[in-house]
C-alpha cells in the first residue's frame, strides 16, 4: 500500500476491518506522541526545588509529587489502559490527550500544595496513553511488521524518558517551572488534533463485556497466557537492573571526584540514545521468529553492561560504554517482550499491555529502593553487585526457559 493511499484512508470516515501495513508517518507520529506523553511522567523530577520554594512546601516533602505522578501512572495502567479492548481506540487515546492537556494546565497554574498533588495524580493517570498508543500500533501494522512497529514505538517512548529532564531543566531555567507544564500542555493538544487526522478507525475484535468483567479478564490473563507470565518476570529483572543504575548513579558522580553538577549528570542520559535506536532493530528480528535468541543475547550483554559501569568513579568514558550496552539490552529485551505477548492474543492486546507493564512498574520501584539502601550499606561496588546479579538472574531465568523448550520439543 503506498503512502498516498494510506494517508487518503487514515482521514477518511470509512472502517478498517482488517490490519495495515503501518506507513512510516504514521510511526513517527505515534513515536513522538508517545516520547511526549511518557516525558510528562519525569518532567518534575529535575523542577523539585524550584516547585518547593513556589509552593512553600518543605524540601523534605516536595519528593510526594514524583510518587503521586507513578500512582497515577500505576492506577491508570489497570484502570485505563484495559478500556483498549472494550471501546474505540482512537476515540480513548484522543479522550485521554485532551484530559492529559487539562491535567498539565491544572500543574501549571496550581497555587496550592494539595492542587499540585491532585493534577499529577491526574497527569500520571493520562500518561498511559502511552500503552494504549503501543496497542494501536500493533493493530494497524500487519503481522510481519508488528515487531518493528511496536519497536519504533516503543523508541519514542525512550527518546520521551531520557530527554524529558533535560527539557524541563532547560525550559525552567528560560521561563520557570511552571512553563514547563504549559508547553508540554500545548503540545499534547497539537499532537492530539494530528492524530485525530491521521489514525484511521479500526473495526477491531472488542471484548463483550462489562467494564468490571474486563477488569477481571485481566487477572485472569496471568493464568491463561504463560507468554505474558514469562516476559512479565523478564521486564520485573530488566527495569529492577534499569532502575538500580538510573537511582544511584546521581550519587557517585555528585561526590569528589568527579562533583558534577545536576545538569551534567543529565547529559549521561543521552548516553541511553544507542537503547532508543536498538529498538526497532529488536522488534525486526522478534518478527523474523528470533526473539528467544535476541533476548538471551540481550540478558548476557545486560549482565557484561556492569563491568565497566564499576569503573564509573574513575572513569567516565567506561561509565558511558556501559551505559550504552544496559539500555540497549534492556531496550531489546522490552520491545521482544511487547512483540511476542500482542502477537499471542490479538483481541486482548491493550490488556495485555496494561498487565505486562504493571511487571515494568514493580521491577522499576524495588530496584530503586534496592539501589540506594545497597549504596547506604557499600558503596557503588554494592550496587554493581545488585545490578549484575539481578541481570545474572535474568539470563539464568532465560537459560532455564530455553532448557525446557529444547527438551520438550519432538526431536528429528
Same mark, same amino acid.
Given at each position: ?66 510518587? $503521586?505522578?507513578?500512582?497515577? #501512572? ?22 485521554? %490527550? ?21 493534577? %499529577?495524580?491526574? @497527569?500520571?493517570?493520562?500518561?498511559? @496513553? ?22 519504533? @514505538? ?41 492524530? #485525530? ?80 535506536? $536498538? ?89 530503586? @529502593?534496592? $539501589? ?41
Amino acid at each position: 500500500m503506498s503512502c498516498s493511499s494510506h494517508c487518503e484512508q487514515a482521514t477518511a470516515p470509512s472502517v478498517i476491518n482488517e490490519p495495515l501495513q503501518l506507513s512510516r508517518s504514521l510511526s513517527l507520529i505515534l513515536s513522538i506522541t508517545c516520547a511526549l506523553a511518557v516525558a510528562n511522567v519525569y518532567f518534575a523530577q529535575p523542577l523539585l526545588d524550584s516547585m518547593a520554594q513556589s509552593l512553600n512546601v518543605a524540601p523534605g516533602s516536595i519528593g510526594i509529587v514524583v510518587t $503521586a505522578t507513578q500512582i497515577g #501512572y500505576a492506577a491508570g495502567l489497570l484502570l485505563i489502559v484495559p478500556l483498549g479492548d472494550l471501546l474505540d481506540r482512537k476515540a480513548l487515546i484522543i479522550t485521554q %490527550m485532551l484530559f492529559s492537556v487539562a491535567a498539565l494546565l491544572a500543574v501549571g497554574m496550581a497555587g496550592q500544595w494539595s492542587v499540585l498533588l491532585g493534577a %499529577m495524580v491526574l @497527569v500520571g493517570l493520562m500518561a498511559v @496513553v502511552v500503552q494504549v498508543l503501543v496497542a494501536c500500533a500493533a493493530s494497524l501494522a500487519i503481522p510481519v511488521q508488528r515487531g518493528q512497529a511496536v519497536g519504533t @514505538v516503543t523508541g519514542g517512548i525512550v527518546l520521551g524518558i531520557l530527554l524529558a529532564r533535560f527539557a524541563s531543566g532547560l525550559i525552567a531555567d528560560l521561563a520557570g517551572w511552571r512553563a514547563v507544564y504549559y508547553v508540554s500542555a500545548g503540545l499534547m493538544l497539537s499532537m492530539a488534533l494530528v492524530l #485525530y487526522k491521521t489514525i484511521p478507525a479500526l473495526d477491531l475484535p472488542r471484548a463483550d463485556s462489562s467494564y468490571k468483567a474486563l477488569l477481571i479478564s485481566v487477572g485472569k490473563l496471568f493464568i491463561s497466557e504463560p507468554v505474558l507470565r514469562v516476559r512479565g518476570v523478564f521486564a520485573l529483572l530488566i527495569f529492577a537492573a534499569f532502575s538500580v543504575l538510573w537511582t544511584s548513579m546521581v550519587l557517585p558522580l555528585s561526590a569528589p571526584p568527579w562533583s558534577l553538577s545536576h545538569t551534567q549528570i543529565g547529559l549521561f542520559g543521552l548516553a541511553g540514545l544507542a537503547g532508543a535506536l $536498538a529498538a526497532g532493530r529488536a522488534g525486526r528480528w522478534a518478527d523474523q521468529g528470533l526473539g528467544q535468541r535476541t533476548t538471551g543475547v540481550a540478558l548476557a550483554l545486560l549482565v557484561l553492561s556492569w563491568l565497566p559501569i564499576a569503573w564509573a568513579e574513575t572513569s567516565l568514558l567506561a561509565l558511558v560504554l556501559g551505559v550504552v550496552m544496559l539500555d540497549f539490552a534492556v531496550q531489546a529485551v522490552h520491545v521482544t517482550n511487547q512483540s511476542l505477548i500482542l502477537a499471542a492474543r490479538p483481541d486482548a492486546q491493550s490488556r495485555l499491555v496494561g498487565a505486562y507493564m504493571c511487571f515494568y512498574s514493580v521491577g522499576s520501584a524495588l530496584g530503586a @529502593v534496592a $539501589a540506594t539502601q545497597m549504596y547506604a550499606l557499600g558503596g557503588w561496588s554494592a550496587v554493581c553487585l545488585l545490578g549484575a546479579a539481578v541481570s545474572t538472574a535474568a539470563w539464568l531465568f532465560w537459560a532455564w526457559i530455553r532448557f525446557s523448550e529444547l527438551r520438550l520439543a519432538p526431536s528429528g
